[in-house]
Nanobody, 120 residues
């Protein structure tokens, strides 16, 4: 059974930082590209970041470029999202996904999400 479990969310002040983790099990992690998405109440799901199987290729949504960094540790079956200079508009539920395309947003596997709230 494949599981993607996100953690690291919480409440942070504007300008602060958080690091999200997504721990995978039940799949050959090193064979999968991994993506992060987010969804705020009343808004569409938004692509945040992607990383290929080796970590050598990354991509970011325009709203997070220069502030967020995606990375992975294949030995730990974990993908990370380092979020710096957080803004109130970054408030959302953040999800990781595997086995799909950020263009279609169709994936084989999704995590349950972790909430990030940016507020003073």
């Amino acid at each position: 059974q494949v599981q993607l479990v996100e953690s690291g969310g919480g409440l942070v002040q504007p300008g602060g930082s958080l690091r999200l983790s997504c721990a995978a099990s039940g799949l050959t992690f090193s064979s999968y590209g991994m993506d992060w998405f987010r969804q705020a109440p009343g808004k569409e799901r938004e692509f945040v970041a992607a990383i290929n199987w080796s970590g050598g290729i990354t991509a970011y949504g325009d709203s997070v470029k220069g502030r967020f960094t995606i990375s992975r540790d294949n030995a730990k079956n974990t993908v990370y999202l380092q979020m710096n200079n957080l803004k109130p508009e970054d408030t959302a539920n953040y999800y990781c996904a595997a086995g799909g395309s950020r263009f279609s947003q169709v994936y084989d596997y999704w995590g349950q999400g972790t909430q990030v709230t940016v507020s003073s």
